[in-house]
């Protein structure tokens, strides 16, 4: 190597650590090996979706992520450091993601920073922007029974945004919502993850929805979960639905559904011949 592409090699700027790292990740559950072996990394600001059939360890892994239960092996690591316990700027999203019903949609929204300490004025205008940001202004001060399903989980949304997370773990957020509600509130997401820029592991059951609102999409096969294929989207951003008819997003959707349907496949028969 001349001295000159060394120096240059040197110099060259490091590539930023992942905000997600992950090695010979495994759960087991009694005699179940739930999951893995899985590798995975996650980019800062990237948005990755993990679709596969039920029971085979998405759940699992994200509460890994999320330090809500420990692997029986391998390493995590979340920005740029061995995970031992909950993180502050990791945000997590359920599915029934809880709003606390005594409370108007903006303290809902506070609550998070009420617990860290933060003042009454500073965090109501925290609450009130980010309200505003996934479309509930003009509902401040409405209670979560005041509100359809859809609009609380926007609450639950606008709760987990409010500490500046660098991390959200979503889990099926989106899945006990009616089809219409789900394109928008997916269109919602996609708005303030691109406006706070931190990196998202999402899990759906929604192919397509996983398509839209990724950069790539892992397909986990069934139990115990590994990565069977990874499927980059290269559509522009800011995406809207309409994007979904583009022909890379078409044959995105058929390569994964392929995917899916020979593992869901395997899994039917599996079932079928269990006495
Ligand atoms: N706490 C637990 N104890 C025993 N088995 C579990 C536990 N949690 C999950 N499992 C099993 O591990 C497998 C993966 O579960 P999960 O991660 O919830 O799957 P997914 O989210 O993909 O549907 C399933 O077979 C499930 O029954
Ligand atoms: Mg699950």
Same mark, same amino acid.
């Given at each position: 190597?001349? $001295?000159?592409? *060394?120096? *240059? ?7 930023? $650590?992942?905000?997600?790292?992950? +090695? ?6 009694? =005699? &179940?090996?739930? @999951? ?14 993990? &679709?596969? /059939? !039920?029971?085979?360890? *998405? ?10 239960? #420990?692997?029986?092996?391998?390493? &995590? ?19 029934? !993601? ?10 809902? &929204?506070?609550?998070? @920073? ?6 009454? *004025? ?41 500490? #500046? ?13 009616? +089809? ?6 997916? +269109? ?24 839209? @609102? ?9 139990? =115990?979960?590994?990565?069977? #294929?990874?499927? /980059?989207? #290269? ?7 309409? %994007? ?5 997003? $078409? ?11 020979? +593992? %869901? ?11």
């Amino acid at each position: 190597m001349t $001295t000159q592409m *060394k120096e *240059k090699r040197d110099s060259a700027p490091t590539a930023p $650590t992942p905000i997600v790292q992950l +090695e010979g990740v495994e759960q087991h559950f009694g =005699p &179940v090996h739930a @999951l893995g072996p899985v590798d995975l990394t996650i980019g800062r600001g990237e948005f990755v979706s993990i &679709v596969g /059939p !039920s029971g085979c360890g *998405k759940s699992t892994l994200l509460e890994i992520i999320g330090a809500l239960q #420990d692997p029986a092996r391998g390493s &995590v690591e979340v920005d740029g450091a061995p995970l031992t316990g909950p993180r502050r700027r990791t945000a997590i999203v359920f599915q029934e !993601s809880a709003t606390l019903p005594w409370r108007t949609v903006v303290d809902n &929204v506070a609550f998070a @920073l009420e617990v860290r300490g933060i003042g009454r *004025k500073e965090r109501r205008e925290r609450a009130r922007e980010l309200v505003e940001l996934v479309g509930l202004g003009g509902f401040e001060n409405h209670y979560p029974a005041q509100l359809s399903g859809g609009m609380r989980q926007r609450v639950a949304m606008a709760r987990a945004m409010s500490t #500046d997370p660098d991390l959200i773990l979503a889990d099926e957020p989106f899945g006990a919502l009616d +089809e219409q509600t789900r394109m928008l509130m997916a +269109e919602e997401l996609l708005r303030v993850v691109e406006r706070i820029g931190c990196g998202v592991l999402f899990i759906t059951h929604s192919i397509q929805e996983s398509v839209l @609102l990724s950069d790539r999409v892992l397909v986990m096969g069934r139990r =115990p979960g590994t990565f069977i #294929d990874e499927v /980059p989207i #290269d559509l522009p951003r800011p995406r809207m639905h309409a %994007a979904l008819s583009e022909p890379s997003a $078409t044959a995105a959707q058929e390569r994964i559904w392929a995917q899916i349907r020979a +593992e %869901a496949e395997v899994a039917m028969v599996a079932t079928r011949s269990t006495p």
